[in-house]
């Protein structure tokens, strides 16, 4: 069918599915390097972000599957280099790169993810030096995590047989490298921490490259050796390899065979020491008794002549005991005069003299008072009495019990004193010395009499 005749009509689904069919065709493996932006981890699993260089943008998406394969985390800003295939997003009607493998640009991938993972343990103090446990002196059973079938288990076994015979090792087989390897070395450690049957713990392999000894550059691993209670000995690859289960270890080997070397001194190297030490302690004892046997002579010389001795020592009694009774002589001498100085204080302060004394004070007071007080009385009655007599002589009764009256006008109640205030016909009160009695003014004569 030709589809660009001019009959041909094409819906838009239908068109979209062509140009996809076309770009998945033409551009099925690409690869593509640029900036990451607008990066997105929805809930589904899947990756979706926007690769962008000074020219141009391209939308892409990285499906769950392959985002579990990834050994970095992204961040926006981070230039990387993409393996992917062209499609086109029916619902949008945009074209995408379907992402498959990617890498940082200028680094790998699994060294991108070892630089984050060792910063985000660092954060977390997993290679914290207070968190290290020390290694045993004398361990008594080691224990070794690796490969059954590997160079490493030879190589430790080797030299723990020629350094120290007797000494037992616990093997725990594990894979140590490939897909599960980290989770079956993890599972080791915690079996052997909890299990406690070894004294040291050994987990390595053999050289590799950077692919093959990943597995201990997992968090899984690196969080188990650290919770471990047994001392861990990190024996990975050569003396030029570095992974995240070294910087965790309580102790770095740069070697399997180094790792056996560190776990216990070789049986000649001890017995060269117990020599050594055996020697100090027959030295040690022979100088003490050197000091002892000084000290006794010194001891037998000094006793000698034991009354001359006991002499010394009665001598040295008597002036103690003389020293002694006028000690106590003194002291007691001082505590009495004190005693009698606390007495006569106390004497001079008893209650009962203070209040003897108080109660004469009372009693004095008592009779002053009461001598004052008749005084006063007295006076009082007799200042009274000279103002009754004077008031008596007075007062207006005793004028009125002569034969007097006070005339008062009956309506106003005022004193009559001048006959001129008087009217022919008014009434008025006579105030008598017993009682009162109204008149009537019959004549009126002015002036005096």
């Not at 970095?72 to 062209?86: E, P």
């Not at 968190?131 to 030879?154: D, E, L, Y």
């Amino acid at each position: 069918m030709d589809i660009f005749s001019e009959k041909t009509i094409l819906s838009v689904s239908r068109l979209t599915a062509l140009l996809r069919g076309v770009l998945e065709e033409n551009f099925e493996q690409l690869w593509v390097q640029g900036e990451i932006s607008n990066l997105s981890y929805p809930s589904s699993g899947h990756c979706y972000f926007t690769l962008k260089d000074s020219g141009a943008q391209l939308r892409c998406v990285m499906f769950k599957s392959a985002v579990k394969n990834l050994k970095f985390r992204l961040t926006d800003g981070m230039a990387l280099i993409v393996r992917g295939r062209i499609s086109v997003y029916d619902q949008r009607g945009e074209y995408q790169l379907v992402c498959e493998y990617m890498e940082p640009a200028g680094i790998g991938a699994l060294q991108t993810a070892f630089v984050q993972l060792k910063e985000k343990l660092a954060l977390d103090g997993l290679f914290d030096e207070t968190h290290k446990m020390c290694m045993p002196c004398f361990p008594r059973k080691i224990g070794v995590i690796t490969s059954p079938t590997g160079a490493a288990i030879h190589d430790i076994l080797h030299v723990l047989k020629r350094r120290f015979a007797s000494l037992d090792v616990l093997l725990y087989p594990v894979r140590v490298q490939g897909e599960g390897a980290a989770l079956e070395i993890a599972r080791a450690i915690d079996e052997m921490s909890r299990l406690a049957e070894v004294d040291i713990v050994i987990v390595g392999r053999g050289g590799g490259s950077l692919e093959d000894l990943w597995a201990f550059n997992e968090e899984v691993v690196a969080r188990a050796v650290y919770r471990s209670k047994i001392p861990v000995i990190s024996a990975v690859g050569h003396e030029t390899d570095w992974t995240i289960c070294d910087f965790v270890a309580d102790l770095r080997a740069p070697t399997p065979s180094a790792a056996a070397e560190l776990v216990i001194s070789s049986a000649d190297e001890l017995r060269h020491q117990m020599e050594a030490l055996s020697h100090r302690l027959r030295r040690s004892v022979e100088m003490l008794l050197v000091n002892y046997d000084h000290r006794l002579g010194g001891l037998r010389r000094a006793l000698h002549d034991p009354r001359t001795m006991l002499g010394h020592l009665g001598q040295r009694m008597d002036d103690l005991t003389g020293r002694l009774d006028m000690g106590l002589s003194v002291a007691v001498s001082r505590r009495r005069d004190r005693f009698e100085r606390l007495q006569a204080a106390l004497q001079y302060s008893d209650p009962k003299v203070i209040v003897d004394a108080l109660r004469q004070r009372i009693e004095l007071l008592s009779v002053r008072a009461e001598h004052s007080l008749s005084q006063y009385l007295d006076a009082v009655r007799q200042e009274f009495g000279d103002n009754s007599a004077r008031l008596e002589v007075l007062s207006p009764l005793k004028t009125l019990a002569r034969g007097y009256a006070i005339a008062m006008h009956d309506g106003a109640g005022a004193v009559v004193t001048d006959a001129g205030s008087l009217e022919v016909g008014e009434r008025l009160l006579l105030k008598l010395y017993s009682g009162q009695a109204q008149c009537r003014v019959e004549s009126v004569e002015t002036g005096k009499t």
